[in-house]
Antibody, heavy 124, light 107 residues
Framework: QVHLVQSGAEVQKPGASVKVSCKASGYMFTSYDIIWVRQATGQGLEWMGR????????AYAQKFQGRVTMTRNTSISTAYMELSSLRSEDTAVYYC?????????????????WGHGTTVTVSS | EIVLTQSPGILSLSPGERATLSCRASQSVSSNYLAWYEQKPGQAPRLLIY???DRAAGIPDRFSGSGFGTHFTLTISRLEPEDFAVYFC?????????FGQGTKVEI
């Protein structure tokens, strides 16, 4: 079975950084993009960016440029998302997910597998 | 970026009724690359429909998607108790991918 297992909840102070991990199993890690989406309490879904685990290439949403870094360790099929200069507005559940990019279309078949989410709380 | 507006915000229905959810885009969605997701409290979203009308694996046929250009619809033909949730649309034809704000289907 395909799974994405994320690291546990985090509490960070404003100005700090947080790094969330996402371990994939049940499929070839390098064959699917890993994307990151966040959701503030009671709010909608917000696209943060994506990474190609094979090449390491990334594409970040403009809103997060300069603050987000997506990396991976292919030897352990794990992706990471680091967000820096945290502020209270970054308090949210952060999801990793996989999708298949083909013909230049990101998530051609939709976002078919999601992690369970990691709650990040930014508070002084 | 493409803005997706979902309506209504809340849909109050009973089990067995038909649900019709709307998703309108601020500009045409390239090649109808539009998906629908269901989300229940405390859970991650679940993919229902991709490419506007293709059901994802394991999704019951009471869920159907339609539309093109700037107007898309998710229809649930007969609501089951487990279908009461929040539904999001997403376009992925133009970067960055964007999501609608959601429609809550409640009893």
């Amino acid at each position: 079975q395909v799974h994405l297992v994320q690291s546990g909840a985090e509490v960070q102070k404003p100005g700090a950084s947080v790094k969330v991990s996402c371990k994939a199993s049940g499929y070839m890690f390098t064959s699917y993009d890993i994307i990151w989406v966040r959701q503030a309490t009671g709010q909608g879904l917000e696209w943060m960016g994506r990474m190609n685990p094979h090449s390491g290439d990334t594409a970040y949403a403009q809103k997060f440029q300069g603050r987000v870094t997506m990396t991976r360790n292919t030897s352990i099929s794990t992706a990471y998302m680091e967000l820096s200069s945290l502020r209270s507005e970054d308090t949210a559940v952060y999801y990793c997910a996989r999708c298949y990019t083909i013909y230049g279309v990101v998530c051609y078949y939709g976002i078919d597998v999601w992690g369970h989410g990691t709650t990040v709380t930014v508070s002084s | 970026e493409i803005v997706l507006t979902q309506s209504p915000g809340i849909l109050s229905l009973s089990p067995g009724e038909r649900a019709t959810l709307s998703c309108r885009a601020s500009q045409s969605v390239s090649s109808n690359y539009l998906a629908w997701y269901e989300q229940k409290p405390g859970q991650a979203p679940r993919l229902l429909i991709y490419a506007a009308s293709d059901r994802a694996a394991g999704i019951p046929d009471r869920f159907s998607g339609s539309g093109f250009g700037t107007h898309f619809t998710l229809t649930i033909s007969r609501l089951e108790p487990e279908d009461f949730a929040v539904y999001f649309c997403q376009q992925y034809g133009t970067s960055p991918p964007t999501f609608g704000q959601g429609t809550k289907v409640e009893i």
